[in-house]
């Protein structure tokens, strides 16, 4: 027999039907893995694939290392915890994967997620399955303003809060005022979001807004972008971008070596570990990095080195501060009740999150206030390892400040919490 | 001015889709197989440029790394795919589908979920300014790669034997078996050369875009496109549409970035209601 395939097997459009198959194909994850009864449930939710997949794996690890440490400790209340993982892959899979938790795994409460987008979904299955959910890694200052829900509380810092970070810096350095920005933004929730929040901080300060460029996720090609920017000689280029993109941007911008410096409104530490130190320049605000000394964030960064292998990062920070946050409010109020548990969050309870101050929720927003940092790309002749890629400028709030300094107002992102 | 800036850089990054289309378009043209594991033989290829790099550098990474990729297709070709020919076409779609989920998962579980990071070569670094025009040197050289390898495959494909048995096998298999020429090995090594083509637009992507594990899912679809808006079968379609892809995608950013990645499937929508054959698919009656 010959094994030539007959003309009819292969038509175009068997071709056009396999291209929508890799399409298709996105839209799978792979199932968690159900485990034995009389524990404590908590659901983990976050993309562990896509463009956000390498940020969302690093939830993951954090949130794994403080259920480890928990239970190695005695569990809460006498009882293990069982976290119970999910690939959420994209908004629509969210919904589907945050259903199966609450439904068929009957988790106490959620947590994790990267994309705004799915964190918006996930958190509208906890108001109907009324669990807490904390979300770890969405930025949106939507779901903390206009989508903000009674049952979502918010380690992730916001938007407004990442772009008046470095704004305090800039401001300091005067380089707002007169200044002409040009904007790369993701074109999804998170992007526009931030955008928002980005040109309005500049506008009020005196800055020039010179254009924005509304960047498909998952670009792989920035050179058309990066032209655009040559043409309109800007004295910034500030960065809206997320992920996998926020690495290849970075890396063709270096490519091209611009004159103009760059920002942005969001500095994940993984995809700029990704870039590599000779792409990177500038100075960055982060919500949390390994570099800090204090003697519990050095602890932290020594147990998650140790059993992964390399530094954790700000969403590895994240996931881990979340799940210690469930733990102790679940110790201190001896109860697993959703409603239990947001009243005491929402009557101030602190938190040892690894950081300077402590933190804890606003009630009436249930964003948590914080400190965040300044950071400055590191000489390169200076790096210990391939993760020391940041030197610590400054806290932001400074030691004397309000940790209400970098936070939206009740005007600038209002919020109500119907129970 | 801009968008002259715009077209000639298109047309830069069109070749280097053609590389990845021409490979899915030579498999699927003679073996009848939708390969959708090519996007993990790109990845594959980046992943074993990196590894190849750190030890001999960019350079011997360039050509030992599709030569990695083309072995390792061929085998999977010689002791997996080989049994779906002539078969239901579901069959090749499923077994390539499991492939590239299984090659991705791989990645991870070897090099982990973070990026890599693959500098650019040193020799390479720099950027070219033609009047008011800016080129970086790494992409004059992948440029280079590129029509080299392209043109490498069209003089294989009409000036050798080989190519006249791979030609002579697309249009008519059976009087091939009639004349005495056994295509078994030949599909092999056509296999081989698809992928290897995959790795190496892998290999030059590596240090404009790094290396990850979901890093030839979308480069994959962009492949899809091209070779149905091209014309199935045809070497020069897969190049026109390459180009073109490029282009109107260049131009896109330029006026409306939203649409950006958009704009190749509302071009091959356009194409097909014209064309339903895409540009150049009238020569082969074996895919009417």
Redesign the interface.
Same mark, same amino acid.
């Given at each position: 027999?010959?094994?030539?395939?007959?003309?009819q097997?292969?038509?175009?459009r068997?071709?056009?039907k396999?291209?929508t198959?890799?399409?298709a194909?996105?839209a799978l994850g792979f199932p968690g893995i159900l485990k034995a009864d009389d524990t404590i449930k908590i659901g983990h939710l976050t993309p562990?694939?896509?463009?956000l997949?390498?940020v969302g794996?690093?939830g993951f690890k954090g949130a794994t290392l403080a259920v480890e440490e928990l239970n190695a400790a005695g569990g809460i209340l006498g009882r293990k915890i069982d976290l119970i993982a999910e690939d959420s892959v994209n908004p629509s899979t969210a919904v589907t994967k945050a259903q199966k938790l609450i439904e068929r795994d009957k988790v106490v409460c959620m947590l994790g997620e990267v994309s705004s987008a799915s964190g918006l979904a996930i958190a509208e299955q906890a108001r109907r399955g009324k669990i807490v959910y904390v979300n770890t890694g969405c930025n949106s200052d939507e779901l903390r303003g206009k989508s903000c829900n009674r049952y979502m509380f918010h380690v992730e810092g916001s938007n407004t809060m990442y772009t008046k970070t470095i704004g305090h810096w800039q401001k300091a350095k005067n380089l707002i005022k007169g200044a002409r920005w040009y904007f790369l933004t993701a074109?999804y929730a998170f992007g526009h979001d931030l955008y928002r929040v980005s040109s309005r901080f500049l506008q009020e300060n005196g800055g020039v807004n010179l254009g924005n460029?509304? !960047? =498909?996720t998952?670009?792989?090609?920035y050179? *058309?972008?990066i032209?655009?920017i040559?043409?309109a000689k800007p004295d910034l280029v500030y960065l809206n971008l997320a992920g996998?993109d926020q690495?290849?941007f970075l890396?063709?911008y270096r490519?091209?070596?611009l004159p103009y410096p760059l920002a942005g409104g969001v500095m994940d530490t !993984? =995809?700029f570990?990704?870039?590599?130190i000779? *792409?990177l320049s500038g100075h960055w605000q982060s919500l949390w990095f390994h570099g800090l000394t204090l003697p519990a964030a050095v602890a932290f960064t020594k147990r998650f080195s140790d059993k992964f292998g390399?530094p954790p990062d700000n969403q590895a920070w994240g996931d881990y501060t979340a799940v210690r946050i469930l733990a102790q409010s679940m110790t201190e109020t001896k109860s697993t009740a959703s409603e239990i548990i947001i009243t005491h969050l929402e009557k101030g309870a602190t938190f040892d999150i690894l950081k300077a101050r402590k933190g804890s929720f606003r009630p009436w927003d249930h964003q948590m206030l914080q400190e965040m940092y300044v950071v400055v790309v590191k000489d390169k002749a200076k790096m210990k390892d391939?993760w020391d890629i940041f030197d610590l400028v400054e806290t932001v709030p400074g030691p004397n400040e309000s940790l209400e300094l970098i936070q939206p107002t009740q005007q600038e992102n209002p919020c109500t919490l119907a129970v | 001015m801009?968008v002259l800036?715009?077209i000639l850089?298109?047309l830069?990054?069109g070749s280097y889709y053609i590389v990845l289309a021409l490979g899915l378009s030579l498999i699927?043209s003679?073996?009848?197989v939708?390969n959708?594991a090519h996007?993990a033989f790109y990845a594959l290829g980046a992943y074993f440029a990196y590894e190849v790099a750190e030890r001999l550098g960019f350079f011997p990474a360039l050509v030992i790394s599709p030569l990695l990729v083309a072995a390792i297709g061929m085998v999977i070709e010689r002791f997996a795919l080989?049994r779906l020919?002539?078969?239901?076409?579901i069959l090749g779609?499923l077994f390539t589908?499991g492939l590239?989920?299984t090659a991705e998962q791989t990645l991870r579980m070897i090099w982990g979920?973070?990026?890599?990071?693959?500098?650019?070569p040193d020799a390479l670094r720099?950027?070219l300014l033609l009047g008011d025009f800016?080129y970086?040197y790494?992409?004059l050289a992948v440029l280079a790669v590129c029509i080299t390898s392209i043109l490498g495959c069209w003089l294989l494909l009409t000036r050798t034997a080989f190519g006249m048995i791979v030609r002579a096998?697309v249009q008519d298999?059976?009087m091939v078996?009639v004349m005495g020429i056994q295509?078994?090995p030949i599909?092999t090594l056509v296999f081989g050369l698809g992928v290897a083509l995959a790795g190496l637009a892998g290999v030059i992507?590596a240090?404009?875009?790094?290396v990850?594990?979901?890093?030839g899912?979308?480069?994959?679809?962009a492949a899809?496109?091209i070779?149905?808006i091209g014309g199935?079968g045809s070497f020069w379609g897969v190049v026109y549409a390459g180009l073109l892809v490029g282009v109107v995608?260049?131009i896109t950013?330029?006026f409306y970035?939203?649409a950006?990645?958009?704009s190749m499937y509302l071009l091959m929508i356009l194409i097909l209601l014209v064309r339903?054959?895409?540009l150049m698919?009238e020569r082969f009656e074996?895919?009417e």
């Open positions: 027999m010959f094994d030539v395939p007959t003309p097997s292969s038509s175009r068997d071709f056009v396999a291209a198959a890799v399409g194909s996105a562990r694939t896509g463009f997949g390498q794996e690093y074109d460029d509304m !960047v =498909p998952n670009t792989s090609d050179s *058309a972008y032209l655009k040559r043409q996998v690495t290849t890396k063709q490519e091209y070596n !993984v =995809p570990w990704a870039a590599g000779d *792409a390399g391939k | 801009i800036e715009q850089n298109g830069l990054v699927f003679l073996g009848g939708v959708l996007g080989r020919y002539g078969e239901d076409p779609l589908f590239a989920m979920t973070t990026g890599l990071n693959f500098a650019i720099g950027q800016i970086s790494y992409r096998g298999p059976e078996r295509l078994r599909l992507s240090p404009m875009a790094g990850q594990p979901a890093m899912i979308e480069i994959q679809t899809f496109v070779v149905v199935l995608r260049g950013v330029a970035p939203p950006a990645e958009a339903p054959r895409g698919g074996k895919f």
